[in-house]
């Protein structure tokens, strides 16, 4: 079965970076549409970004709170997706998911790593 | 971006009961729709994609539909595990959008 498993999350301090990735096995992230979620505590879902799969281009779109300060990649070698985070603060503190397939038959979820932006 | 409204927030409902929750989108989005179920302290879990098109496990009582601007997820017969928090995500062109949520609890 696919799955995907995120990992990085940790305490940063506000300004800090910090780098998420979403490790993929059984399904090939260069293929697919993956997309990042995060939901603050006790507060609904919220997409961050996605990217393409390299067949439709490859490129990255943003949420506006996030638009400039993050960035989605990929390593096809490691099949990981990564989330690069950076000017952190406080309101990023969410649980951060990776998913695919939204719009197809099968869609995965990670299990989600938690980001504390705190001083 | 497309600002997706949903509602209602929160409902008080009974086993066996149907339930309506909606979602609007501030611009036509074609089907490009799905449904999310989420429990407290898991993972969201897909329900319905491409607005009406039953995710693979998911219990017939789940009904979505519509199509442009207007969305409906309809569970047929209220059963305990239902009981849940509900959000919509559109999907169309560039950036994605969730509703806020629907939580169904325990009337």
């Known amino acids: 079965e696919v799955q995907l498993v995120e990992s990085g999350g940790e305490l940063v301090k506000p300004g800090g970076s910090l780098r998420l990735s979403c490790a993929a096995s059984r399904f090939t992230v260069s293929n697919a549409w993956m997309s990042w979620v995060r939901q603050a505590p006790g507060k609904g879902l919220e997409w961050v970004g996605r990217i393409k799969s390299e067949v439709d281009g490859g490129t990255a779109e943003y949420a506006a709170p996030v638009r400039g300060r993050f960035t989605i990649s990929r390593d096809n070698s490691k099949n990981t997706l990564y989330l690069q985070m950076n000017s952190l603060i406080t309101e990023d503190t969410a649980v951060y998911y990776c998913?695919?397939?939204?719009?197809?038959?099968?869609?995965?979820w990670g299990q989600g790593t938690l980001v504390t932006v705190s001083s | 971006d497309i600002q997706m409204t949903q509602s209602p927030s929160a409902m008080s409902a009974s086993v066996g009961d149907r339930v309506t929750i909606t979602c609007r989108a501030s611009q036509g989005i074609s089907n490009n729709l799905a449904w999310f179920q989420q429990k407290p302290g898991k993972v969201p879990k897909r329900l319905i994609y491409a607005a009406s098109s039953l995710q693979s496990g998911v219990p017939s009582r789940f009904i979505g539909s519509g199509s442009g601007t207007e969305f409906t997820l309809t569970i047929s017969s209220l059963q305990p595990e239902d009981f849940a928090t509900y959000y919509c995500?559109?999907?169309?062109?560039?950036?994605?959008?969730f509703g806020q949520g629907t939580k169904v609890d325990i009337k």
């Open positions: 995500l559109q999907h169309d062109l560039y950036r994605w959008t």
């Open positions: 998913a695919t397939g939204v719009s197809a038959p099968e869609c995965y």
